[in-house]
């Protein structure tokens, strides 16, 4: 089994920042992907920003320029460093990875969400 544990998400104004980790552990053989999800409600779920192993990043449209993944590989930890935030990224985050179990099966795993409100 694998476990992903979010953190960090809260109230803040717009224009304001937070920043959002998430940690991956239990029966992993290698991460490949992790990155970062956000759905309102009555919304479909809709991608943030990924990163891969290799560190090479994608971003929606959105938040580039704005927003920054990271990962801290020796730790299975992804990191999302929000900057000038708007009430439009009012959101649960979720995060997401795509790893290697170590039973060699290649599975998709999700966090529970941490909810970011930003207020005007």
């Known amino acids: 089994q694998v476990q992903l544990v979010e953190s960090g998400g809260g109230l803040v104004q717009a224009g304001g920042s937070l920043r959002l980790s998430c940690a991956a552990s239990g029966s992993i053989f290698s991460i490949n992907r992790m990155g970062w999800y956000r759905q309102v409600p009555g919304k479909q779920r809709e991608l943030v920003a990924t990163i891969t192993s290799r560190g090479t990043t994608n971003y929606a449209d959105s938040v580039k320029g704005r927003f920054t993944i990271s990962r801290d590989n020796a730790k299975n930890t992804v990191y999302l460093q929000m900057s000038s935030l708007k009430p439009d990224d009012t959101a649960v985050y979720y995060c997401?990875?795509?790893?290697?179990?170590?039973?060699?099966?290649?599975?998709?795993?999700w966090g529970k969400g941490t909810l970011v409100t930003v207020s005007s």
């Open positions: 997401n990875t795509n790893l290697m179990t170590r039973d060699f099966y290649a599975m998709d795993y």
